[in-house]
């Protein structure tokens, strides 16, 4: 039998069954919970007795002796701590004991057991010690998937129950799909761990692995054996498929640290050893922070297969508050060699850098003050192109006369940018902004004069030192109203914000600066925030000349209790700006000047939310041609994780994208899921995901196929399977989470 069983097991391996150390939470108003809404006991809970100094007892008959209380027929004891109900019970004076037999119910503060018959005691301590025969069983204090089954006998104390020739599982009561059955299992509840000899795991009555002796974690996290994964991909030039088995082991090293080693088998490539180190130096002691988390994962293939190389991946992050107003975070990051997430990982595909730095940020809401010191690196991958790292950077930000009408910015950034091509120029760039704003003391409108004074330094390592100041003015004129309406049955806040910007900036020639991190807006949609802004540019290599007015308008509906605006029900917003300038500063070095309209185009958006429903839209229209020349739209409904729909579809003049996620429910266990991005403009699907899900309370089944281009011109396939069985073990599984990944919005766990 036992053979059998080895041999179930490396069937099976060729998919992951993965269990997960998880309490349900399913929640009885959510869609598709059907019987799991339910709270589902072994029988009626029963209220316990108020009175704390004897037993509430009740039988047809009884019969009182020198040393015992000997009852029959629908016998009833309660008590503040226990409630038993049977045929016949016998209470013994002497040693506070009883002996219950017929039809046994038996209630204490965790546990309903059903027998044959029961005894009962207490020890020295006075806890109380319980014993059954030929029982059922239930952990009602876990809640909903609180451990069930059947045994011969169980043994009961206040830290430990010890079941023999015995089942074990998280289902529902008498909904056992899957279940351990052991000839013994120790539930350790100080050791916080299950512990069972000769466990044979079955599915549905079949068995599929078995194991001389198996150990869990009862909640929470705990050292041992985590469920393979199996996956299948394709290896470029191939036809047949490879596939690789990851064995995991998890360390539970202590509450603030932790520790995850793995052995993965790729048939294409021979072995992977991997490592995982996790650390929690302390909590969060800044909302604005993370915890103070510092891990380092590394992963090494001694020889591969294919190209006979040594391939390793290293990848350490550190987040820590050094105070309250003092973070600092860290990460390097870096692989073998440029192939290794397009051969060797095949997940991440996409990544085309990875970047380390260095950061130590100051942060003073108090006094206004900032200061952030940096160093980045990187390291391209999969055909990337590599760009200027900040070798060095420091920042520094202030605000002065902060609480008053005249608020002084003060702005000083200095940054060592570096390329890993000599021909590329390098330097350090300094830049000052120093600007002042005055709401003028009118009621209506609000006017805001503003000016500012930019001074740029750049020291060059191939060419001459080159400074640029730059005047700049400007003034907002607020038109906003603001009254109280009702919209699709709510009572909201309706603003209307008509608001006039003027800008200037003089011309300065820059087209013998270096671009060292400006990008041009304009190459992208143009939206309401760039005109409104009045900066053409990211960065400071590109500062663009100005004499500009910017017309704009918005329009919101929020709802009364709303403070976010990210909760409007919907918001209106269009903009247009007027150049009396008919030239403007380039990024290009030949080219100093482009000529431009009078005009930009008219950037537009719109977004509704609308209960389940979400539309967005954001247009550049260009009125010399009288149409639509970029665009992004999206609509989707959400109704739960199992059932929602996205698409969203962009036009940016020379790249047309469509994206597609989505997950709908088939029966009330079974759904469907998916994900597509693509590149229509060229054709290309940049991923791909289609999958299958059943769900019940206590386990489920996902299968998955997965796309992806693999930028070589090319795509890499792989397909995954996993059975999840609730309460085994305490991971998340890596097919669970590239699902999640690839599809945004979906959640991947039990309902």
């Not at 039998?1 to 179930?8: G, P, V, W």
């Not at 604005?288 to 297969?305: A, G, M, R, V, Y």
């Not at 870096?334 to 997430?341: A, C, G, I, M, T």
């Not at 003060?410 to 940018?417: C, E, R």
Request: charged share 25%; net charge neutral; hydrophobic share 35%.
């Amino acid at each position: 039998m036992k053979k059998y069983l080895i041999f179930l097991v490396l069937i099976l391996s060729h998919f992951s069954i993965h269990a997960e150390g998880i309490k349900l939470s399913c929640v009885p108003d959510k869609p598709n919970c059907n019987n799991c809404s339910e709270y589902q006991t072994l029988f009626p809970i029963k209220k316990f007795s108020s009175n704390i100094d004897s037993l509430d007892i009740a039988a047809d008959n009884s019969e009182i002796l020198s040393d015992k209380y000997l009852l029959n027929g629908n016998v009833e004891v309660n008590s503040e701590s226990l409630y038993l109900s049977a045929d016949d019970v016998e209470v013994s004076t002497v040693n506070n004991s009883l002996l219950a037999s017929g039809k046994v119910k038996f209630q204490d503060g965790s546990y309903l057991i059903s027998s044959d018959s029961l005894s009962a005691t207490r020890d020295k301590e006075e806890n109380l010690i319980a014993t059954a025969s030929n029982a059922s069983y239930q952990d009602y204090g876990a809640g909903l998937g609180g451990a069930n089954g059947y045994t011969k006998s169980i043994s009961k104390t206040p830290t430990s129950v010890l079941l023999t020739q015995s089942t074990y599982s998280l289902c529902p009561v008498n909904e056992n799909d899957w279940l351990i059955d052991a000839d013994q299992i120790e539930l350790n509840l100080i050791k916080n761990r299950g512990i069972a000899d000769n466990a044979i795991v079955k599915f549905y009555g079949v068995p599929i692995f078995y194991l001389p002796k198996y150990s869990w974690v009862l909640s929470g996290r705990g050292s041992g054996f985590l469920t393979p994964d199996y996956s299948s991909y394709t290896e470029p030039g191939q036809i047949n498929d490879s596939f690789s088995i990851r064995v995991p082991y998890y360390f539970n090293l202590a509450p603030d640290r932790d520790l995850l080693v793995a052995l993965t088998y790729m048939s294409s490539r021979r072995f992977i050893y991997e490592g995982k180190y996790r650390k929690l130096i302390a909590p969060k002691i800044s909302k604005n922070h993370k915890d103070s988390i510092w891990s380092i994962e590394t992963k090494f293939l001694p020889e591969d297969k294919v190209s006979s190389l040594k391939r390793w991946l290293v990848n350490f992050s550190g987040e820590m508050d050094l105070s309250s107003k003092t973070h600092l975070s860290s990460k390097y990051y870096r692989v073998s060699d440029e192939k290794y997430f397009s051969e060797i990982a095949r997940t991440n595909t996409d990544v085309k850098t990875l970047k380390s730095y260095l950061k130590l940020s100051y942060d003073n809401k108090d006094d206004n003050l900032s200061a952030v010191l940096l160093t980045e690196d990187e390291q391209v991958v999969n055909t990337g192109a590599s760009v200027y790292t900040r070798a060095l950077e420091g920042s520094v930000s202030k605000t002065l006369n902060a609480d008053t009408k005249l608020p002084i910015k003060i702005a000083l950034v200095s940054t060592k940018f570096a390329h890993d091509t000599a021909s590329k120029e390098s330097g350090v760039r300094t830049h000052g902004d120093f600007g002042i704003s005055r709401v003028l003391n009118i009621e209506y409108p609000k006017i805001t004069p503003r000016a500012n004074i930019a001074i740029t330094n750049y020291s060059l390592k191939n060419s001459s030192n080159i400074n640029r100041t730059v005047l700049g003015s400007g003034i907002n004129i607020d038109f906003t109203i603001k009254n109280i309406s009702s919209m699709f049955g709510y009572e909201v806040n309706h603003r209307i914000t008509p608001l006039v910007s003027y800008n200037y900036r003089a011309k300065k020639i820059q087209g013998n600066i270096p671009i060292f991190d400006s990008t041009d807006k304009y190459d992208d949609i143009i939206t309401f925030a760039d005109l409104t802004s009045g900066e053409r540019y990211t960065g400071l290599d590109r500062i663009t000349n100005a004499n500009d007015i910017t017309l704009s308008l918005e329009s919101s509906y929020r709802k009364i209790d709303s403070k976010s605006d990210e909760n409007d029900l919907l918001n209106m917003r269009i903009a247009q700006s007027f150049f009396t300038d008919d030239e403007v500063v380039t990024d290009t070095v030949n080219t100093n000047y482009e000529t431009r309209k009078s005009y930009s185009d008219i950037a537009a958006s719109i977004d509704l939310a609308l209960g389940k429903y979400v539309l967005s839209s954001v247009v550049q229209f260009d009125p010399d041609k009288s149409k639509i020349v970029k665009k992004e739209n999206s609509i989707s409904y959400t109704s739960n994780s199992r059932k929602f729909i996205s698409l969203s579809f962009s036009d940016e003049g020379t790249k047309e994208t469509e994206k597609l996620y989505g997950a709908y429910p088939l029966t009330d266990s079974i759904h469907f899921f998916g994900g597509l991005d693509k590149t229509t403009s060229t054709g290309i699907t940049n991923s791909e995901t289609t999958g299958l899900a059943y769900e019940s309370c206590c386990w489920a089944f996902r299968l998955a196929h997965f796309k992806n281009d693999n930028l070589v011109g090319g795509y890499d396939y792989s397909t995954g399977m996993e059975l999840v069985l609730t309460g085994l073990g305490s991971t998340s599984s890596p097919l669970k989470g590239k699902i999640q990944g690839n599809i945004p919005g979906y959640k991947a766990k039990l309902r």
